[in-house]
């Protein structure tokens, strides 16, 4: 029973299942590029996703490999404690629905920047949020993609270079040709791949314990190291303070992922934003609760067993084992058939993820970078989308490069915390401001996503995980930087603002911008229409009237 | 098609967006939206961090069994995901009653401020 795994040899059912599924989305990418020919259909899909579509969709673009094998493994590991991260996953998307998913689809357009563009100097702010999102971009696609060369390793058996090149390919595929519009898909058939696999999952697993949680959590407890302290927090984190961290971070991190707020551009206006916020609530809270009966499914059907020790440090195979051992065992069909599956549905996850990843990534660079700052919007449609081709190949070769060179010993768990500890301390203070401050300016804006990227990124850098010779703040060394870089980069926008001299233009911006987010008002509501022709115009589509002009 | 030409074309189409900020359909909406989420992101806040914090300092208490084994931090944990649930269908709830007519409204006045009673059109609403 040791070696569980065929982690030399290649697994051709596991292929098999890849094959079809690439197929499928491929298919898809062909279907979507002869739709994919300006801006607003390379970026937003020519806002033309449903409010259900689009929860699947974010769903998709969410729920990563660090969640479906991560999150199950932490539980398998630490208990109770990994099952902190499925809550602050989840309730954080309270924060995206009150607070930024209607306002982000009334008031901007293809990317976070746009939000800051309407009242902030346009090449300073724009600037500054087109860093904020290519920071978090980096590491969390870098994190992916290690990810998913170790896991295609670990489960299909070809080499990791070859596993990070192939996912590279595919991802920059769906993105190059199909834009928004394939990722979208490729993110619906993978949330729908994912909770199916899921779910079947857990019911056989639910059916091994009389379909009673509470008798999985009791034997899960009896097969832990430690019995007496599985069910009970402080596993993994033992000081208080770093758990409030990680639970800040995640809470407002989300807020802050360009690729999610992305989405919201892609639906034709505020209530179906709104809606697929709840829908992605919905799909993502189930599954969460299945992966802890996965987590605990692990510990009480496979013990010690559901880990390779230090192969998998990180017991990110613990689901997949399980899948092997329910179904049969190793070198069972129904074994065999079972990993080959899981290992597919992990493949097309992190596809999805990846994809989203690089077109906000892309959007940052052709649309806020090179199109509103170094052509300052005097270039051509065509051009932003060429533009943006070519920045998501650049970018998705980078990310390959570093991944291969930083090899499987890249630790992908502190990068994906420090994706989100940037987003809360940079991206959300930033975007949360300029929404509600009437006085917010350009220069609070600079400094505050300044002040937030160098705060969680330095932390992180003398944090126990990176430096040897950790920072003490609190009295202890955080892993987790955001209960400091959080209110940093409120007090980098605060300073920044009152600091420098009034903007005018910031402060009558503000009202348009106010007026437009709030109500829809030139998103949804045609205004050329409705203010300038002496009747109200007939049925008019839903569409944003700012990209008609 | 840049963020710039657009502001200035939607500029030009007459609307006075600082009179659309002070009309008093707009300060309802406002009103409205103030009073309905800052008082639920004050409870999310406080039910998440509390649970959060239990977890930090009093693990013994999170660990307590309620029943055969089923503890004080899964039932608060699991409360976190049926808070979420609620509050998610709330929001919809009120966004389709009270906000959505009230954003109609301020709307409606801004690309009309004489106020006459002429609709704007929405267009198909997509659910």
């Given at each position: 029973m040791a070696a569980l795994l065929p982690l030399?040899?290649?697994n051709?059912e596991a292929?098999?299942?890849?094959?079809?599924?690439?197929?499928?989305?491929?298919?898809?990418?062909?279907?979507?590029?002869?739709?994919?020919?300006?801006?607003?259909?390379?970026?937003?899909?020519?806002?033309?996703?449903?409010?259900?579509?689009?929860?699947?969709?974010?769903?998709?673009?969410?729920m990563?490999a660090a969640s479906f094998l991560g999150i199950a493994g932490l539980i398998f590991l630490f208990g109770?404690?990994g099952f902190?991260?499925s809550?602050?996953?989840?309730?954080?998307?309270?924060?995206?629905?009150?607070?930024?998913?209607?306002?982000?689809?009334?008031?901007?357009?293809?990317?976070?920047?746009?939000?800051?563009?309407?009242?902030?100097?346009?090449?300073?702010?724009?600037?500054?949020?087109?860093?904020?999102?290519?920071?978090?971009?980096?590491?969390?696609?870098?994190?992916?993609?290690?990810?998913?060369?170790?896991l295609?390793?670990a489960l299909v058996?070809?080499?990791?270079?070859?596993?990070?090149?192939?996912?590279?390919?595919?991802?920059?595929?769906?993105?190059?040709?199909?834009?928004?519009?394939?990722?979208?898909?490729?993110?619906?058939?993978?949330?729908?791949l994912l909770m199916t696999a899921t779910i079947v999952l857990s019911l056989i697993v639910l059916g091994k314990v009389g379909f009673?949680p509470?008798e999985l959590f009791n034997r899960a407890e009896a097969q832990a190291?430690?019995?007496?302290?599985y069910?009970?927090?402080?596993?993994?984190?033992?000081?208080?303070?770093?758990?409030?961290?990680?639970?800040?971070?995640?809470?407002?991190?989300?807020?802050?992922?360009?690729?999610?707020?992305?989405?919201?551009?892609?639906?034709?206006?505020?209530?179906?934003?709104?809606?697929?916020?709840?829908?992605?609530?919905?799909?993502?809270?189930?599954f969460y609760v299945m992966t802890t009966f996965l987590g605990f499914g692990a510990r009480a059907l496979l013990g010690e067993e559901g880990t390779t020790g230090?192969v998998d440090e990180a017991g990110n195979l613990a689901a997949p084992l399980l899948a092997q051992s329910v179904g049969g065992g190793e070198g069972s069909i129904g074994g065999d058939a079972f990993l080959a599956i899981i290992a597919a549905v992990a493949f097309?996850t992190?596809?999805?993820?990846?994809?989203?990843?690089?077109?906000?990534?892309?959007?940052?660079?052709?649309?806020?970078?090179?199109?509103?700052?170094?052509?300052?919007?005097?270039?051509?449609?065509?051009?932003?989308?060429?533009?943006?081709?070519?920045?998501?190949?650049?970018?998705?070769?980078?990310?390959?490069?570093?991944?291969?060179?930083?090899?499987?010993?890249?630790?992908?768990?502190?990068?994906?915390?420090?994706?989100?500890?940037?987003?809360?301390?940079?991206?959300?203070?930033?975007?949360?401001?300029?929404?509600?401050?009437?006085?917010?300016?350009?220069?609070?804006?600079?400094?505050?996503?300044?002040?937030?990227?160098?705060?969680?990124?330095?932390?992180?850098?003398?944090?126990?995980?990176?430096?040897?010779?950790?920072?003490?703040?609190?009295?202890?060394?955080?892993?987790?930087?955001?209960?400091?870089?959080?209110?940093?980069?409120?007090?980098?926008?605060?300073?920044?603002?009152?600091?420098?001299?009034?903007?005018?233009?910031?402060?009558?911006?503000?009202?348009?911008?106010?007026?437009?987010?709030?109500?829809?008002?030139?998103?949804?509501?045609?205004?050329?229409?409705?203010?300038?022709?002496?009747?109200?115009?007939?049925?008019?589509?839903?569409?944003?009237?700012?990209?008609?002009? | 098609?840049?963020?710039?030409?657009?502001?200035?074309?939607?500029?030009?189409?007459?609307?006075?967006?600082?009179?659309?900020?002070?009309?008093?359909?707009?300060?309802?909406?406002?009103?409205?939206?103030?009073?309905?989420?800052?008082?639920?992101?004050?409870?999310?806040?406080?039910?998440?961090?509390?649970?959060?914090?239990?977890?930090?300092?009093?693990?013994?208490?999170?660990?307590?069994?309620?029943?055969?084994?089923?503890?004080?931090?899964?039932?608060?944990?699991?409360?976190?995901?049926?808070?979420?649930?609620?509050?998610?269908?709330?929001?919809?709830?009120?966004?389709?009653?009270?906000?959505?007519?009230?954003?109609?409204?301020?709307?409606?006045?801004?690309?009309?401020?004489?106020?006459?009673?002429?609709?704007?059109?929405?267009?198909?609403?997509?659910?």
């Amino acid at each position: 029973m040791a070696a569980l795994l065929p982690l030399a040899e290649v697994n051709v059912e596991a292929i098999a299942i890849f094959s079809v599924v690439v197929s499928i989305t491929l298919a898809i990418t062909y279907w979507a590029s002869k739709r994919t020919t300006d801006a607003t259909s390379f970026w937003a899909a020519g806002r033309g996703i449903t409010g259900v579509q689009n929860g699947f969709a974010i769903a998709g673009d969410y729920m990563s490999a660090a969640s479906f094998l991560g999150i199950a493994g932490l539980i398998f590991l630490f208990g109770f404690d990994g099952f902190l991260y499925s809550v602050g996953f989840l309730v954080a998307f309270l924060i995206v629905l009150y607070l930024l998913a209607e306002r982000m689809r009334n008031a901007g357009k293809f990317t976070m920047a746009d939000v800051f563009s309407f009242r902030l100097n346009e090449r300073p702010a724009r600037t500054a949020a087109a860093l904020g999102t290519l920071v978090v971009a980096a590491f969390y696609l870098i994190a992916q993609m290690v990810g998913a060369g170790a896991l295609i390793e670990a489960l299909v058996g070809i080499n990791f270079n070859l596993a990070v090149l192939i996912t590279g390919i595919f991802m920059l595929t769906y993105v190059i040709f199909g834009g928004m519009l394939a990722t979208t898909w490729v993110q619906i058939i993978k949330a729908v791949l994912l909770m199916t696999a899921t779910i079947v999952l857990s019911l056989i697993v639910l059916g091994k314990v009389g379909f009673n949680p509470v008798e999985l959590f009791n034997r899960a407890e009896a097969q832990a190291d430690d019995p007496s302290a599985y069910l009970t927090p402080g596993l993994r984190f033992t000081e208080p303070v770093d758990t409030i961290s990680l639970g800040l971070g995640l809470l407002l991190g989300t807020a802050g992922l360009p690729h999610i707020l992305m989405r919201f551009f892609t639906v034709p206006d505020a209530k179906a934003a709104r809606t697929s916020v709840v829908w992605a609530v919905g799909l993502i809270g189930t599954f969460y609760v299945m992966t802890t009966f996965l987590g605990f499914g692990a510990r009480a059907l496979l013990g010690e067993e559901g880990t390779t020790g230090n192969v998998d440090e990180a017991g990110n195979l613990a689901a997949p084992l399980l899948a092997q051992s329910v179904g049969g065992g190793e070198g069972s069909i129904g074994g065999d058939a079972f990993l080959a599956i899981i290992a597919a549905v992990a493949f097309a996850t992190i596809l999805a993820v990846v994809a989203g990843l690089v077109i906000s990534a892309s959007g940052a660079v052709a649309h806020d970078v090179w199109s509103n700052v170094v052509r300052k919007g005097r270039d051509s449609e065509h051009e932003e989308v060429y533009v943006a081709r070519i920045a998501a190949g650049v970018i998705g070769a980078i990310a390959i490069t570093i991944a291969i060179i930083g090899g499987s010993d890249l630790n992908v768990s502190y990068m994906v915390g420090l994706a989100f500890a940037v987003a809360a301390s940079a991206n959300f203070p930033a975007l949360l401001l300029a929404l509600t401050w009437r006085r917010f300016n350009t220069t609070g804006a600079v400094t505050g996503v300044l002040t937030g990227v160098v705060s969680s990124v330095g932390l992180v850098l003398l944090g126990p995980d990176v430096s040897s010779n950790p920072l003490e703040l609190f009295g202890v060394s955080l892993t987790q930087p955001a209960i400091v870089s959080v209110p940093l980069g409120f007090l980098g926008c605060y300073l920044g603002t009152v600091l420098s001299r009034e903007e005018s233009r910031a402060e009558r911006g503000f009202n348009e911008l106010q007026v437009r987010a709030e109500t829809g008002l030139g998103a949804e509501i045609p205004i050329e229409g409705a203010g300038l022709r002496a009747q109200a115009p007939k049925r008019k589509p839903v569409t944003a009237a700012r990209d008609e002009g | 098609m840049a963020a710039t030409t657009d502001r200035d074309s939607s500029s030009a189409s007459g609307v006075d967006w600082d009179a659309a900020a002070k009309s008093p359909e707009f300060q309802e909406l406002l009103r409205k939206r103030r009073s309905f989420v800052v008082p639920v992101l004050g409870f999310v806040f406080v039910w998440y961090f509390g649970f959060i914090a239990l977890a930090g300092y009093a693990p013994d208490f999170m660990g307590e069994s309620i029943y055969q084994g089923f503890t004080v931090g899964y039932l608060l944990a699991l409360s976190q995901f049926v808070m979420t649930w609620f509050l998610g269908w709330l929001y919809l709830r009120q966004a389709d009653r009270v906000f959505d007519p009230l954003a109609r409204r301020a709307a409606e006045r801004a690309v009309k401020p004489a106020g006459t009673a002429e609709t704007v059109d929405r267009g198909e609403e997509t659910s």
